[in-house]
């Protein structure tokens, strides 16, 4: 199970082997973690999946007003 600990001066989460090989993710792998309702999503920076995620979470925070009128 990840857990989180102390690096240095910083706090980093550990994960097993498995994990991270089922996420595609290894050592130095840069991620992107997106805000869900119950926590984080966490995808490989490389994936078309994050950058189409981070390109709509850019576009939501440019247009907050529009996606709020959306929601309704």
């Known amino acids: ?3 989180i ?3 240095g001066n910083s ?3 550990t994960m097993s082997r498995e994990a991270l090989a089922k996420a595609n ?3 130095g792998d840069e991620v992107i ?3 869900v309702q119950d ?4 995808s490989a920076a ?3 999946q994050a950058r189409m995620l981070a390109a709509a ?5 440019a247009r907050p007003d529009t996606y709020r009128k959306l929601a309704e």
Not at 39 to 42: A, E, N, R
């Open 39 to 42: 926590g984080i999503l966490v």
């Open 46 to 48: 490389s994936s078309a």
């Open 5 to 7: 600990r102390k690096v």
């Open 11 to 13: 706090l980093g989460v």
């Open 25 to 27: 993710l290894g050592e």
């Open 57 to 61: 979470m850019a576009d939501m925070d």
């Open 1 to 3: 199970m990840p857990q």
């Open 33 to 35: 973690l997106t805000p």
